[in-house]
T-cell receptor, first 112, second 113 residues
Framework: QKEVEQNSGPLSVPEGAIASLNCTYS??????FFWYRQYSGKSPELIMF????GDKEDGRFTAQLNKASQYVSLLIRDSQPSDSATYLCAVNPASNTGKLIFGQGTTLQVKP | DAEITQSPRHKITETGRQVTLACHQT?????MFWYRQDLGHGLRLIHYSYGVQDTNKGEVSDGYSVSRSNTEDLPLTLESAASSQTSVYFC????????????FGEGSRLTVL
């Protein structure tokens, strides 16, 4: 079992729809969770981080964390073509070493 | 503005040659990391450092080395380049006591022929 798992996609949604991206992790004691967006040929950029169970909202983005189920998700409301990218889930493990562990990423395509 | 820069951005080399990828950050972060990114594998940790003179192996460290002589720089050396090391390499930095967020450089695309 991989430490951080994501469906590689592609996930295709129409413009204006809600995109739901999911991530599971194996280390039950993981401390913090990050969502990065990566455009083709570019470096990852942080969208959101979350530490506590529940939802965290920032504009059109909502991160959801369920530690009991070892599950973190990212919702993108009113999806735009400019949201088309690969979304990387990253986890800071229980050891809190600062060494983030990344999933392989989910490719999102938003169609006009 | 603080930043993290990598050089070269693109390099083509031959099997067996030594290659060094530079990483320079002006965030004054103690933690620096090197990842490689390949299709189907996501970002995998090569080496990392928590401060000057500190270096540690990551999950895919074979064939790579790093050194940390100052806070700003963590060069990555491929001792004898192999075709399996063709990849995109990202340097990143972070600081203790903050969010844990990694700040990434622009990446270095290396092709080993």
């Amino acid at each position: 079992q991989k430490e951080v798992e994501q469906n590689s996609g592609p996930l295709s949604v129409p413009e204006g729809a809600i995109a739901s991206l999911n991530c599971t992790y194996s280390d039950r004691g993981s401390q913090s969770f990050f969502w990065y967006r990566q455009y083709s040929g570019k470096s990852p950029e942080l969208i959101m981080f979350i530490y506590s169970n529940g939802d965290k909202e920032d504009g059109r983005f909502t991160a959801q964390l369920n530690k009991a189920s070892q599950y973190v998700s990212l919702l993108i409301r009113d999806s735009q073509p400019s949201d088309s990218a690969t979304y990387l889930c990253a986890v800071n493990p229980a050891s809190n070493t600062g060494k983030l562990i990344f999933g392989q990423g989910t490719t999102l395509q938003v169609k006009p | 503005d603080a930043e993290i820069t990598q050089s070269p951005r693109h390099k083509i080399t031959e099997t067996g040659r030594q290659v060094t990828l530079a990483c320079h950050q002006t965030w004054n972060h103690n933690n620096m990391f090197w990842y490689r990114q390949d299709l189907g594998h996501g970002l995998r940790l090569i080496h990392y450092s928590y401060g000057v003179q500190d270096t540690n192996k990551g999950e895919v460290s074979d064939g790579y080395s790093v050194s940390r002589s100052n806070t700003e720089d963590l060069p990555l050396t491929l001792e004898s380049a192999a075709s399996s090391q063709t990849s995109v390499y990202f340097c990143a930095s972070s600081e203790w006591g903050q969010t844990g967020e990694l700040f990434f450089g622009e990446g270095s695309r290396l092709t080993v022929l």
